[in-house]
């Protein structure tokens, strides 16, 4: 569960990735880079973890059913709202539900964390249903948070009804937003660990052996580097996939919907995005700028050969003022005339907070429109009522 000190952590480093999720997508046609590989996904899209940087996409915006994608939704929100070791219990909706199950008997009781394992790795609609109904009251109220998180993430084509991914009328997504998603949900350590384990035992109050589930991403076997993320299949949807996989220390994430040859396809999409979009690092945390300033986060950014030289970087300046802590403003850093980021400047020697790297830089921060409407000071000045007159 969040605590009101981890929201003030977040909350400035969200200055660091504040337009990120707007990132432009990098046409292979605009860059000396050769043509992405063709899929055979009716959508798909390409990104990176870090940056949040849409490195390819094929109908990226077309909302489509999403089958099982759906739980990397499902995950993220019960880890965010959740606590793992609080116990779960099954349910007459969750019992037999249709579809991939775990075999949960009725009234069966298993921790969250364990039940996150057979929601990811066996894509239990069982597991899904009792998760929703434990974290959100009710199966209906869960969804109303995973739809909330969809707007704090500025996502326009992707709107929930259930938490599982069955088929039903007005739910859907998008290659691109479930790339956002992903990168946002990958940024948390207990969803990363949970992604990219190939099997796990369980607890199985039932019987005298422990649950075993296998993870049904075959990429994790056969992809180097591979470290998620989840499989999905309905009659409508169809095929659909969502792959991510580290080398040297860049992360990508791949997403396919409706593909009946997705496993290849993912592999050439990564190794396309690793050959010829790697991370760079653009600026250093703690790097000394003008008038005794210094950075409070560095910035890294997906590039293609050539696009460094025209990476800007602009700093904007406040005067100093007491109840901003030493804080003085931000550096812009534009690519062709277009913002990608920013990063905070303080005084240097000053006290500069900085997120919990355990869970993530993306986990619970304000919305990013509303960093860009409020600005850093009224965002502030709201974190620090939080704190102050904490319960």
């Not at 050539?306 to 901003?324: H, P, S, T």
């Amino acid at each position: 569960m969040m605590t009101k000190r981890s929201i003030f952590h977040f909350s400035l480093t969200a200055m660091m990735i504040i337009s990120l999720l707007t990132a432009t997508n990098a046409g292979a046609a605009d860059l000396d880079v050769p043509r992405p590989p063709g899929t055979n996904a009716q959508a798909a899209s390409l990104i990176d973890v870090t940056s949040g940087r849409i490195l390819y996409s094929h109908h990226g915006d077309a909302e489509m059913p999403v089958a099982s994608l759906t739980k990397i939704m499902t995950a993220i929100v019960a880890i965010e709202h959740g606590k793992l070791n609080e116990v779960v219990s099954v349910s007459k909706n969750a019992y037999r539900k249709e579809g991939s199950s775990i075999y949960l008997e009725l009234g069966e009781e298993m921790t969250l964390e364990n039940m996150l394992y057979g929601l990811m790795l066996r894509s239990g609609n069982d597991a899904a249903t009792a998760i929703a109904e434990h974290v959100g009251g009710s199966e209906e109220g869960f969804v109303h948070l995973m739809n909330e998180k969809v707007k704090m993430l500025g996502l326009k084509h992707t709107q929930f009804q259930n938490p599982h991914g069955l088929d039903a009328k007005g739910h859907y997504s998008s290659a691109n937003d479930l790339a956002v998603i992903t990168a946002y949900s990958l940024q948390n350590s207990v969803f990363k660990e949970i992604v990219k384990t190939p099997s796990k035992k369980a607890p199985n109050p039932n019987n005298p052996w422990d649950y075993k589930w296998d993870n049904k991403n075959k990429m994790l076997h056969f992809y180097e580097g591979a470290d998620g993320v989840k499989t999905g299949y309905t009659k409508i949807a169809r095929r659909c996939l969502v792959s991510s996989a580290t080398r040297a220390g860049q992360q990508l994430a791949v997403v396919t919907l409706n593909d009946g040859d997705d496993w290849n396809d993912h592999q050439k999409l990564l190794d396309y995005g690793f050959a010829h979009y790697p991370l760079k690092e653009i600026i250093e945390t703690g790097q000394s700028v003008q008038n005794e300033l210094v950075t409070g986060s560095g910035f890294s950014y997906a590039l293609a050969t050539g696009e460094l030289e025209r990476i800007e970087r602009k700093l904007y300046v406040q005067k100093a003022r007491a109840n901003d802590f030493g804080y003085r403003g931000q550096i812009k850093i534009t690519l062709d005339g277009q913002e990608i980021g920013q990063v905070p400047v303080y005084e240097q020697g000053s006290f500069i907070p900085k997120p919990e790297p355990a869970k993530g830089n993306w986990r619970s921060t304000p919305s990013l429109s509303a960093w860009r409407n409020n600005g850093w000071g009224n965002t502030f000045a709201a974190v620090m009522r939080s704190l102050l007159f904490a319960d």
